[in-house]
T-cell receptor, first 109, second 115 residues
Framework: GQQLNQSPQSMFIQEGEDVSMNCTSS?????WLWYKQDPGEGPVLLIA?????ELTSNGRLTAQFGITRKDSFLNISASIPSDVGIYFC?????????FGDGTTLTVKP | EAGVAQSPRYKIIEKRQSVAFWCNPI?????LYWYQQILGQGPKLLIQ????????DSQLPKDRFSAERLKGVDSTLKIQPAKLEDSAVYLC?????????????FGPGTRLLVL
């Protein structure tokens, strides 16, 4: 089946710093999605990307759909303590979604 | 608007026992998904329903897992008999329709520990 490689696995940053994480795959996707999961909760959709090359922002978050359709990145600018959590990418193709294994973000005040 | 409801939130059972999880999607959402999330991994789709019909159950271990959505609203996922490797969080999600651009809303999950 399709697999996503998400990196880094974890990040420890200082409040105010910018963060970048990415997902790569050997397979192409039609849609890239970025979710955040807080402890004890289900994932919440942050950004959805539907076209190769698309760059979309949601507040301090920016994500891009790679031109090859095999990768995507998520940037968080000026991190704050509530950004702590696990960030997942997911790619969709032919109605099937595949999730990465997540990037755990820790923000030190 | 109420979110996706799941119960129980936690369950501890011994291997070879049976267990069932319940999900009530957001009102009006036609599509319902069950995911398995093993610790340290992303969610893996087990089964997708469109109303009361199964759209995709290719990754459901059908020898021990079953799911139903009889009236096209709430759904149950059953494991019988459970194995140690079934320890995971079971997430339910729903969306308005089956279109890929429909946002999936996740419930809080049921945490299963098999001893």
């Amino acid at each position: 089946g399709q697999q996503l490689n998400q990196s880094p696995q974890s990040m420890f940053i200082q409040e105010g710093e910018d963060v970048s994480m990415n997902c790569t795959s050997s397979s192409i996707f039609n849609t890239w999605l970025w979710y955040k999961q807080d402890p004890g909760e289900g994932p919440v959709l942050l950004i959805a990307l539907y076209k190769a090359g698309e760059l979309t922002s949601n507040g301090r978050l920016t994500a891009q759909f790679g031109i090859t359709r095999k990768d995507s990145f998520l940037n968080i600018s000026a991190s704050i303590p509530s950004d702590v959590g696990i960030y997942f990418c997911a790619g969709s193709y032919a109605g099937k979604s595949t999730f990465g294994d997540g990037t755990t973000l820790t923000v030190k005040p | 608007e109420a979110g996706v409801a799941q119960s129980p939130r936690y369950k501890i059972i011994e291997k070879r026992q049976s267990v069932a999880f319940w999900c009530n999607p957001i009102s009006g959402h036609a599509t319902l998904y069950w995911y398995q999330q093993i610790l340290g991994q992303g969610p893996k789709l087990l089964i997708q329903f469109q109303n009361n019909g199964v759209v995709d159950d290719s990754q459901l271990p059908k020898d021990r897992f079953s799911a139903e959505r009889l009236k096209g609203v709430d759904s149950t996922l059953k494991i019988q008999p459970a194995k140690l490797e079934d320890s995971a969080v079971y997430l339910c999600a729903s969306s308005l329709g089956g279109d890929l651009k429909e946002t999936q809303y996740f419930g809080p999950g049921t945490r299963l520990l098999v001893l």
